[in-house]
């Protein structure tokens, strides 16, 4: 196992991107993006975890998820080229391990981890995060700004016909402290504040 794949997978223990029940990936409702519904923004009060018994949201000074990132059109198209090469390089390497298998792998949501995690990493932890999925060349406000865009755009897809959604969040250990600037751009930029919840006693 590679360095940059044990990266990826301590990522993908700290947050996830999910689809919808019917196994369909992306964030969604019926709403244009430019109009995203606080019913697909649960950071404030209308979270399904926000009145959990079992389950606490610890926020920084930022409680609500940004629907209007400042980000160039530019760097949007950089990010999802990257995220493109990173998703067809990952199933290719799938594939070839498991030739006769049937695979199934969402690149965007792994690279949604990835993503988040970068937020609170940094050294060669930060550097292999961001050469594994494609997007060095981008900053890292940049890059998180541009995959909110993503995610948000994603949003406006659904229709009579399709339904796109998706859930960000970042589950945590009792007592497990993060810095104020991580979980702004946790809940500002991925809709994913930092939720405390004891596993083992649930």
């Known amino acids: 196992m590679t360095f940059a794949t044990t990266v990826l997978s301590a990522a993908l223990t700290i947050t996830a991107c999910s689809s919808d029940d019917d196994g369909n990936p992306g964030s969604g409702n019926d709403a244009p993006s430019d109009d995203v519904p606080a019913s697909n923004v649960p950071v404030d009060g209308d979270s399904l975890f926000a009145t959990s018994t079992i389950a606490e949201e610890n926020f920084g000074n930022v409680t609500e998820r940004n629907t209007d990132p400042a980000v160039t059109e530019d760097t949007v198209a950089a990010v999802?080229?990257?995220?493109?090469?990173f998703s067809i390089d990952l199933h290719s390497r799938i594939v070839g391990e498991h030739p006769d298998d049937?695979?199934?792998?969402?690149?965007?949501?792994?690279?949604?981890?990835?993503?988040?995690?970068?937020?609170?990493a940094a050294g060669e932890v930060d550097s292999a995060l961001a050469n594994v999925t494609g997007v060095d060349g981008v900053a890292e406000g940049d890059l998180h700004l541009a995959m909110n865009r993503i995610a948000l755009?994603?949003?406006?897809?659904?229709?009579?016909?399709?339904?796109?959604?998706?859930?960000?969040?970042?589950?945590?250990?009792?007592?497990?402290?993060?810095t104020e600037s991580f979980m702004d751009t946790a809940t500002g930029e991925y809709g994913a504040p930092a939720t405390e919840i004891d596993f083992q006693a649930h």
Not at 80 to 85: D, K, Q, R, S, T
Not at 103 to 120: C, H, K, N, P, V
Not at 154 to 159: F, H, I, M, Q
Not at 168 to 177: G, K, S
């Open 80 to 85: 999802i080229e990257g995220l493109n090469g």
């Open 102 to 120: 049937n695979t199934i792998g969402s690149g965007y949501s792994i690279a949604m981890a990835a993503s988040l995690l970068r937020a609170a």
């Open 153 to 178: 755009d994603l949003d406006s897809r659904s229709n009579d016909g399709l339904l796109l959604r998706s859930a960000n969040r970042l589950f945590t250990h009792p007592e497990q402290n993060f």
